[in-house]
């Protein structure tokens, strides 16, 4: 279940609105096939595995981080019927899907067809596919925000600048987080002062590129995808993960309308002092209301600089602090 966790997560950013779903098939101790989700979503994860294994399928185990798929596409057949076609005998799923076309219905189409199923409720799958489970449960992408700042919190200069705050591997970083995204959004100002091209720069990865998203009340711009307020985030029904990159006014309307689930800062080991703050005003008058709200998941240094990782706490029942 790990390889196919890894290899889900491999293709985080390529496959909405499908889910990044991993497979491994196991016959006599070892691999005999593995896929992930091919990039559009098709073909899935386990029909890759299984043309991979071939007859070697026959009397084996698939693991595969989501339930298998039940619902008929024009796009070929379901994955709950090629399963039990192939010759696999056991079947162990990471987690249910909540698509309510599939819900429960692949893990019963194998069960029909004679097969043993294992389902686990497996934390790496969950956060693998993260974007998509939000999506289907919450009505928008997982969002992730990305703020580089200084030691005292500064994301420019009084006048601005602010090229380049962070150095060379946190800036390597940024671009695999790129690359796991489905879209990336930016707000007009950081548009208009940057001119950025919000795309993969990394050796291998250059067609990763996402999406491109303006947050503006104003024209649309040709190749931008344009959003009024972070509420229309609830119409992105294509988009599993949603990286927010700036500028602050931004950082701030996401925050506001509480609409992030993630928080990506890059600190830098220097001090700005008079500046332009990460963010403004997003709704707190009491500081006992700011606690409990976000927990640290994660650091780590990037050459020079520091990476703090921050979750959005969610109660037992799934809802938000």
Known sequence: MAEAVRLGGSVR???????????????????????????????????????A??????????????????HPSDRGPTCAE????????????????PDPRTAGEGIAMLRDAGIAIDVLDEPAARASMSGYLMRLTDGRPRITLKLALSIDGKIALPSGESRWITGEDARAHVHLERAHSDMILVGR?????????LDVRLPGLEDWSPRRALLTRGEAVEGWEKLSSPQDVYRLHDVNDLLVEGGSATATAFLAADLVDRILIYRAPILVGEGRNSIGYIGLDLIADAHGRWRASDAAHLGIDRLEVYERVRSESGDEA
């Open 13 to 51: 950013g390529r496959t909405a609105p499908n889910p990044n779903v991993g497979c491994v098939i196991v016959s006599g101790g070892r691999i005999v096939g593995q896929g992930a989700t091919a990039p559009g979503g098709r073909p899935h994860a386990e029909a890759v595995a299984l043309e």
């Open 53 to 70: 294994a071939g007859e070697a399928a026959r009397g084996a185990t698939l693991y595969a981080t989501l339930e298998p798929c039940a």
């Open 82 to 97: 090629l399963i039990p076609e192939a010759g696999v005998t056991r079947v162990v799923i990471g987690l249910r899907d």
């Open 189 to 197: 100002g950081t548009y208009l002062a940057d001119s950025p091209k």
